[in-house]
C-alpha cells in the first residue's frame, strides 16, 4: 500500500513538474510575444519620428528657399529703384547744367548787348 501511495505521490510530482514546464513555458513565449509586439511598436514609432523629421526638415529647406527668393526678388526691387533715382539725378544734373548753360550764354549775350551799346 505505501508503494502505491509513493508512486501515486511521484506521478502527481511528475505531473505537477510537467505541468510547472508547460506553464513556464507558455508564460516565456507570452513574455517573448510581448516583447517582439513591444520592439516592433518602437520600430514603428522611431520609423513615424524619422519620416516627421524629414518632413520637418524639407519644409524648413522650402521655407527657408522661400524667403532666400523673396530676398533675393526685394534686394533686385531695390537695385532697380536705385538705379532709376540715379538716372533721374542725372538726368536733373544735366537739365541743371544745360539751364546753367543757358543762363550763361543769356548773361554773355545781355553783355555783348550792352557792350555793344
Given at each position: 500500500m505505501t508503494k502505491l501511495k509513493e508512486k501515486r505521490?511521484?506521478?502527481?510530482n511528475r505531473a505537477r513538474k510537467e505541468?510547472?514546464?508547460?506553464?513556464?513555458?507558455?508564460?516565456a513565449e507570452t513574455e517573448?510575444?510581448?516583447?517582439?509586439?513591444?520592439?516592433?511598436?518602437?520600430k514603428l514609432i522611431e520609423k513615424k519620428?524619422?519620416?516627421e523629421e524629414e518632413i520637418?526638415?524639407?519644409?524648413?529647406?522650402?521655407?527657408?528657399?522661400k524667403m532666400e527668393d523673396e530676398r533675393k526678388i526685394k534686394a533686385s526691387e531695390t537695385r532697380k529703384l536705385q538705379i532709376e533715382e540715379v538716372i533721374?539725378?542725372?538726368?536733373?544734373?544735366?537739365?541743371?547744367?544745360?539751364?546753367i548753360e543757358e543762363r550763361k550764354l543769356k548773361e554773355?549775350?545781355?553783355?555783348?548787348?550792352i557792350d555793344n551799346i
Amino acid at each position: 500500500m505505501t508503494k502505491l501511495k509513493e508512486k501515486r505521490i511521484e506521478e502527481e510530482n511528475r505531473a505537477r513538474k510537467e505541468l510547472d514546464k508547460i506553464h513556464k513555458k507558455r508564460i516565456a513565449e507570452t513574455e517573448k510575444a510581448r516583447l517582439d509586439r513591444l520592439a516592433e511598436s518602437r520600430k514603428l514609432i522611431e520609423k513615424k519620428i524619422r519620416e516627421e523629421e524629414e518632413i520637418r526638415l524639407r519644409e524648413e529647406k522650402q521655407r527657408k528657399s522661400k524667403m532666400e527668393d523673396e530676398r533675393k526678388i526685394k534686394a533686385s526691387e531695390t537695385r532697380k529703384l536705385q538705379i532709376e533715382e540715379v538716372i533721374k539725378s542725372r538726368e536733373n544734373e544735366r537739365q541743371n547744367l544745360q539751364e546753367i548753360e543757358e543762363r550763361k550764354l543769356k548773361e554773355i549775350e545781355e553783355q555783348k548787348k550792352i557792350d555793344n551799346i
